[in-house]
């Protein structure tokens, strides 16, 4: 047998390996990113009910609440894709899905994943227009704040090029599944979540939520 032939099997299980590993960091970094835009929520929720308290008892205001929570509001939304794209939370129809042959599915799954890159894509291209005018016009809120229109409009942009880095990932990712015949690895990367997948995270939730309680 000719040499890279032999080789041929060795590079494609060293290459499945390397984008299991990178995944995995993918997941990692996606769960810091939800992490940190939750916090960002809650500390938007929290002004604004600091400025409405002290309108209320004292007739002070904060100033800017509104407009700094929806910065927050839409830097959250970004940054927060894709770990939602990850755990598969995307809403997904599939009243006929689910009675397609496994492998057909499969290809349904892949193809799904690229028309919301192919979307994502489009997002971010626009939006990096919208940035780059802000940047240009050095463009202000027109608000007492006076925000440079750049800075949150950046974190918003920063989001959905770190949405689109993820998704290219889980489609090289599900690609080589896809060409190796691997439907299992495909289903886990962009299949629709079973029944079963649901309810063991529902208990998994349950149980730490006990254990919190005994703590």
């Known amino acids: 047998m000719p040499l890279f032939l032999q080789a ?3 590079i494609m299980t060293g290459s499945i390996s390397f984008f299991t590993c990178l995944y995995g960091y993918a997941e990692k970094a996606a769960r810091w990113a939800v992490l940190a835009s939750g916090a960002l929520t809650i500390a938007s ?3 604004i009910t600091v400025d409405v308290l002290l309108r209320k008892f004292t007739g002070w205001t904060v100033g800017g609440s509104d407009e700094l929570s929806g910065y927050a509001f839409a830097i959250s ?3 927060s894709l894709a770990y939602a794209t990850l755990q598969r939370a995307n809403v997904r129809v599939d009243v006929l899905y689910q009675y397609l042959p496994v492998r057909l599915s499969a290809v349904l799954d892949w193809l799904s994943l690229v028309c919301l890159g192919v979307f994502i894509g489009f997002v971010t291209y626009y939006g990096y227009g919208v940035v780059a005018e802000s940047i240009s016009n050095n463009s202000q809120a027109n608000t007492p704040l006076g925000t440079p229109l750049a800075i949150p409009q950046g974190l918003w942009f920063a989001g959905l090029v770190f949405m689109c880095l993820i998704l290219a990932l889980m489609l090289v990712r ?3 599944a896809l060409i190796t015949g691997d439907i299992e ?3 886990a ?5 079973s029944t079963q997948e649901e309810a063991e995270e529902e208990a998994a939730a349950g149980e730490r939520l006990i254990e919190g309680e005994r703590k």
């Open 185 to 187: 690895v495909v289903k």
């Open 174 to 176: 599900a690609s080589v």
């Open 77 to 79: 939304t970004t940054w």
């Open 45 to 47: 929720v929290l002004l």
């Open 8 to 10: 041929g099997p060795t």
């Open 189 to 193: 990367i962009a299949g629709v979540r």
